[in-house]
């Protein structure tokens, strides 16, 4: 096969993880329905997790086994180093987004010429300066409008809140893809082009399932079609890269790498969607949920397996 041909294989591979996006434009707002899919998507990445690592420590593991102290110490440095960079940089990030966020969203003010701004005390009753104790209608309508637009607000808040989440999952799965062409490129180079096609299959179907966790975050939040093709993009597209690079040199240091950014990526999503998940009060659902998750992608790893990949 051609490296081309094997190129085209590993852009199939990737792109799989298109099947899984329209899951995203649920219409449902039903709190249930979200932590569910929520927790069944943080049950994949758990599984996405211990797989990355897994790949990232096998060369130290090898290393170890054979007695080469100095490469297993460099290669199990570089490793914890690119968890940290891939956990701590989307912290700051998100950070950095929400005060950039917060920044830019304009002060609530009321409609011109409907009078001052009314104070809220405690228990709800809204007060205007200098009007006295008597209810205005002016002031009742100004605090409806606040309250509709501080509303309105939160809920845009949420949304982009959840467009976050999609794009760094996308990201850390794009990561942990690129590894993975990787693999199929240096199999391909290798003239092992049956085990090749073997890891395609393979990725192709664990990525039909990560797309799903991508989108899990945005259900009831109605996407867009060109937002989901730039998450496939982001989420698949790496496997293509991998594939193509990986044909041209075999590195376990750069595969290392990469494992180790998407482990520490990985890491992020989950603790963002175990908080999404703590905040619904569903514990059992979101329990069974997650264990489906875990389930569902050791499931795909063991066909994968057993057809000798």
């Known amino acids: 096969m051609s490296p081309l041909g094997v190129a085209a294989l590993g852009a199939v591979a990737g792109l799989t993880i298109f099947l899984g996006l329209p899951v995203g434009r649920i219409r449902s707002n039903g709190v249930t329905l979200k932590a569910a899919l929520n927790a069944l998507a943080t049950g994949i990445l758990i599984f996405l997790l211990w797989d990355v690592l897994s790949q990232a420590w096998e060369p130290v593991d090898t290393a170890l086994t054979s007695h080469r102290l100095g490469p297993a110490l460099g290669q199990g440095l570089l490793m914890t180093a690119c968890i940290g960079v891939g956990l701590l940089s989307l912290t700051y990030l998100d950070r950095y987004l929400k005060?950039?966020?917060?920044?830019?969203?304009?002060p609530v003010r009321p409609p011109a010429g409907s009078g001052p701004v009314p104070h809220v005390h405690a228990l709800g009753a809204a007060h205007t300066p200098g009007a006295g104790h008597a209810p205005g209608a002016g002031a009742a309508g100004v605090?409806?409008?606040?309250?509709?637009?501080?509303?309105?607000?939160t809920e845009?808040?949420?949304?982009?809140?959840?467009?976050?989440?999609?794009?760094?999952?996308?990201?850390?799965?794009?990561?942990?893809?690129?590894?993975e062409g990787l693999a199929i490129g240096t199999a391909a180079a290798q003239g092992e082009l049956a085990f090749a096609v073997l890891l395609i299959?393979?990725?192709?179907?664990?990525?039909?399932?990560?797309?799903?966790?991508?989108?899990?975050?945005?259900?009831?939040?109605?996407?867009?079609?060109?937002?989901?093709?730039l998450l496939g993009l982001i989420g698949g597209g790496p496997t293509f890269l991998g594939t193509v690079i990986g044909q041209a040199f075999s590195s376990d240091i750069v595969s290392i790498a990469f494992l180790g950014l998407a482990a520490g990526s990985i890491l992020y999503v989950i603790i963002e969607m175990l908080a999404v998940a703590r905040r619904t009060g569903l514990k059992t659902l979101v329990a069974w949920f997650i264990l489906a998750g875990i389930v569902a992608g050791f499931a795909t790893d063991a066909i994968v397996t057993a057809a000798g990949a």
């Open 99 to 106: 005060r950039r966020a917060l920044a830019m969203a304009s």
């Open 143 to 153: 605090a409806t409008t606040t309250g509709v637009a501080i509303v309105a607000a």
């Open 156 to 179: 845009a808040e949420s949304r982009a809140g959840a467009r976050r989440l999609a794009l760094t999952i996308a990201i850390g799965i794009g990561l942990h893809n690129f590894a």
């Open 201 to 229: 299959i393979g990725f192709g179907l664990h990525n039909a399932t990560e797309g799903f966790g991508i989108v899990a975050p945005l259900s009831g939040t109605r996407p867009s079609w060109g937002y989901l093709a």
